[in-house]
C-alpha cells in the first residue's frame, strides 16, 4: 500500500457526494471497470483497470477487502507491452535500406516509410513481453480527499478518466494554491493569495 511503498503521492479531491458505499452500484461499477473485465485505452493496444489493494492480480472489491476506515485502498494496474527504441530504430533502418536497393532510389517515400514503421512496430509488439504496473491510490470517503502514488503525467490522466468513468465523478487536483482557496474565506484575503509572485532567491549586488 501507498504508506508501506511509496512517499510521492498527487493528491485530488472527489467534487459532489460522499460515495455511498451501501449502494450495490458502487462494488459493481468497481468489477465493471476491474482489470479483467472493462479496458481504459492504453497505448500500444495495452489495458488498463482497478484491482484490490493486495497484488496484481486481487479482483476481491468486497468493503472488507478495500475498506479501511475511513479510506478505501485499491490499485490501477496497467499492462503494457515495450518495444525497445534502439532496436525498433534499427530495424527500420535496416529495412529502408534494403527497400532503397531494391527499388534502386535514394529515398524512400513518406508512405512506404509509415508502412515500414507499422509493420516492425506490429511484429516488435507480437513478440513483446507485457509489462505490469500497479498504482496504488486511497480515497478517504469523508474528507473526499484522494491520493495517487504516481506523479507520471500519463498514469494521473489515465487515473482521472477511469475514475471519472467509474464513479461518475470529477476530480480537483490538490495542490498548494487550491488549498489556501478553501481555507480562505474572506475576498480580500483570497485576493492576496491570488496576487502573490515568486520569492527570488538569488543574491544582489
Known amino acids: 500500500m501507498l504508506n508501506k511503498s511509496s512517499l510521492s503521492i498527487c493528491r485530488f479531491r472527489s467534487l459532489g457526494e460522499k460515495p455511498d458505499l451501501r449502494d450495490p452500484k458502487f462494488v459493481?461499477?468497481?468489477?465493471?471497470?476491474?482489470?479483467?473485465?472493462?479496458?481504459?485505452?492504453?497505448e500500444e493496444g495495452g489495458r488498463a483497470g482497478w484491482t484490490g489493494p493486495q497484488h496484481f492480480f486481487d479482483n476481491d472489491f468486497g468493503l472488507e477487502n478495500i475498506l479501511h476506515q475511513p479510506y478505501l485502498t485499491l490499485g490501477l494496474r496497467i499492462d503494457k507491452k515495450r518495444i525497445q527504441g534502439p532496436l525498433y530504430?534499427?530495424?527500420?533502418?535496416?529495412?529502408?535500406?534494403?527497400?532503397?536497393?531494391?527499388?534502386?532510389?535514394?529515398?524512400?517515400?513518406?508512405?512506404?516509410?509509415?508502412?515500414?514503421?507499422?509493420?516492425?512496430?506490429?511484429?516488435?509488439?507480437?513478440?513483446?513481453?507485457?509489462?505490469?504496473?500497479?498504482?496504488?491510490?486511497?480515497?478517504?470517503?469523508?474528507?473526499?480527499t484522494i491520493g495517487v502514488g504516481s506523479f507520471s503525467k500519463g498514469v494521473?490522466?489515465?487515473?482521472?478518466?477511469?475514475?471519472?468513468?467509474?464513479?461518475?465523478?470529477?476530480?480537483?487536483?490538490?495542490?498548494?494554491?487550491?488549498?489556501?482557496?478553501?481555507?480562505l474565506t474572506s475576498e480580500d484575503a483570497l485576493a492576496?493569495?491570488?496576487?502573490?509572485?515568486?520569492?527570488?532567491?538569488?543574491?544582489?549586488?
Not at 459493481?28 to 492504453?42: D, F, M, W
Open 28 to 42: 459493481a461499477e468497481l468489477e465493471r471497470y476491474s482489470v479483467e473485465n472493462t479496458i481504459a485505452t492504453v
Open 89 to 144: 530504430r534499427a530495424l527500420c533502418q535496416r529495412e529502408e535500406a534494403a527497400w532503397r536497393q531494391e527499388a534502386d532510389v535514394e529515398r524512400v517515400p513518406p508512405k512506404k516509410r509509415r508502412e515500414i514503421r507499422e509493420q516492425i512496430k506490429a511484429q516488435l509488439l507480437s513478440e513483446a513481453n507485457i509489462h505490469y504496473t500497479m498504482v496504488d491510490w486511497y480515497w478517504n470517503i469523508q474528507t473526499r
Open 156 to 183: 494521473i490522466e489515465l487515473f482521472i478518466a477511469l475514475f471519472e468513468r467509474t464513479f461518475e465523478r470529477e476530480l480537483e487536483p490538490l495542490n498548494p494554491y487550491t488549498l489556501g482557496c478553501t481555507l
Open 192 to 205: 492576496k493569495l491570488i496576487a502573490c509572485e515568486p520569492t527570488d532567491f538569488s543574491l544582489s549586488g
